[in-house]
């Protein structure tokens, strides 16, 4: 884990802190287990009600707690993209098979490895294959560290059946629906899901729609990665396309080029104090310019926000220096 990732952490805000409790270290043994085991009975699952939101053609939106879930309906049965929290599995199968006509669960495809994303492949998993690129297999599958604790690895039913490095694409309910991975934006297992017929993306968390996101540095996750990876997307979206956000709601492609827009120009604020010679504190304490404000009501506040961006554009600084001067 890098420095980055555990100052980012350590600074978050309360909100945000008991949501990375289960988004990062869900499922986590030893003391961070217990802080996540914490967590989650703090939060009371039961009063959770699962929202249905069509967004078009075969796809709807469903909004529990957590990443937002995309589901395809129809003649061939149920696809899902992301499925939240085990606790929320039964009202989750409950919201998508009151949609209609979509008969049984038959994938399920994990955008990310993160808990919030995939905490209910323990329960689907055993009634579907779950597909997702190779390195969210391999961090589901394997000990990971977040804010130096170790996650130990996930049950075997709640792990990707079929990976793939690139992309993949599934021919489901009348249309190809595409599975392509983004590297190092979010986090280093990131993928994108184009459903080509009806114009809907899933975003997954590349996409926090109306705030500052929250990116993972400590499981490859990258801002300038996010910026790259968000305008290659968008030249794949098209103009009449409903994006659906990993968190927020559901969004145009006009919306998730002023997130772009956001990305560049406040990483570019903060690269400019950095060259100008600026501590980390320094910045933060200036803050960002006014019309930044509204991005940071959200997970990630605006010092988090600037910490974020300030860790990551020094791990890139370090990473391409010659050897030994790494570091100012
Ligand atoms: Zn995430």
């Known amino acids: 884990m890098g420095r980055g990732t555990k100052s980012a952490l350590a600074a ?13 270290v869900g499922g986590a043994g030893g003391a961070g287990g217990q802080r996540a085991a914490v967590a989650r009975q703090q939060r009371d699952f039961s009063k959770v009600e699962i929202k249905v939101t069509p967004a078009a053609g075969k796809v709807y939106m469903l909004e529990g707690a957590g990443g937002n879930i995309g589901a395809s309906v129809g003649e061939d049965g149920i696809l899902l993209v992301d499925d939240q929290f085990e606790p929320l599995a039964p009202k989750i199968r409950a919201a998508v098979e009151g949609i209609g006509g979509g008969g049984k669960l038959k994938f399920v495809i994990n955008t ?76 280093d297992g990131d993928s994108v899901v184009f459903f080509t017929g009806s114009h809907v993306v899933h975003m997954g968390d590349d996409f926090f729609a109306g705030q500052f996101p929250f990116v993972d540095l400590g499981t490859g ?26 968190h927020g709601p559901l969004s145009t492609r006009a919306d998730l080029e002023r997130f772009h827009a956001m990305l560049v120009a406040s990483t570019d604020v903060v690269r400019r104090r950095m060259q100008a010679g600026e501590s980390l504190e320094k910045i933060q304490a200036e803050g960002l310019p006014p019309e930044f404000a509204p991005w940071g009501e959200g997970f990630i506040d605006t010092k988090t926000w600037i910490l974020t961006i300030h860790d990551s554009l020094a791990k890139d600084a370090a990473a391409s220096a010659p050897a030994g001067h790494g570091r100012r």
């Open 12 to 24: 978050l805000p309360a909100v945000a802190a008991g949501w990375m409790a289960l988004a990062v």
């Open 221 to 246: 996750g990258s801002v300038q990665g996010l910026i790259d990876d968000v305008a290659k997307a968008l030249t794949q979206v098209p103009a009449d396309a409903k994006v659906i956000p990993g």
């Open 112 to 187: 990310h490895w993160h808990g919030d994303h995939t905490g209910g492949n323990k329960v689907f998993g055993l009634e579907a294959p779950i597909l997702a690129q190779t390195n969210v297999r391999r961090r589901l599958s394997t000990e990971q560290s977040a804010r130096g604790e170790k996650v130990p690895p996930s049950p075997k039913q709640a792990l990707p059946v079929i990976t793939f490095d690139q992309a993949l694409s599934v021919h489901w309910n009348g249309e190809e629906i595409k599975v392509v991975h983004f590297p190092h934006g979010h986090t």
